[in-house]
């Protein structure tokens, strides 16, 4: 059998609709690993609680908890803001709001993507007004050019081009989340 964390091959029931890999499974793989190792020094004093953005973050999310050697927490919560599109409305929707209370708390809101930047901009306000010590993002993509509002992002796995992707949590149409590669996506909406 092949590997499930395989690079060579583009998984052959999506490959119709996939481009180029944007990012690699090990390169995913190692830059995840950074990106905990850096969080591990940065909260030695204070191990943060995680908010993992449902459901775009949910690949990253759970590979970085597991790069972390502290004892972090986790929680989740679900917004929405693209529909089916693939462009946002700038309209965020709360699907399922967090479980824990944040006063006083280290959270790191950890982001699958940041295009326009509405969402996140949207949820800093949201979280924000709880009460955190520290509120910061980590967010595994980045677009280039694309942000209508500025981000201040503690932690970016990969600044990319202004390409839809897909794979590593990333949908179109809630499909494609499982693949371990970043691909473009080529196929219709
Ligand atoms: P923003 O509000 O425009 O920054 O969009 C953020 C949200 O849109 C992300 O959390 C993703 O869920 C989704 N999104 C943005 N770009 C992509 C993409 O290229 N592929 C899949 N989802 C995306
Ligand atoms: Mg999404």
Redesign the pocket.
Known sequence: MESLHSDEFTAHWAEHDLGEVVVSAKEVNDRVRELGRQITLDYAKNPPLLVC?LK?AINFMSDLMRAIELPVEVDFMAVS??GAA?K?SGVVRIVKDLDVDLAGRDVLIV??????????NYLRQYLGARNPRSLEVCALLL?EGEQRVEQKLKYVGFTIES????GYG???NERYRNLDAIYTFTGQV
């Open positions: 953005v775009g803001s693209y693939t946002t982001e699958d993507v940041v295009d326009s930047g509405l969402t996140l677009k390409h839809f992707v897909v990333l949908d179109v």
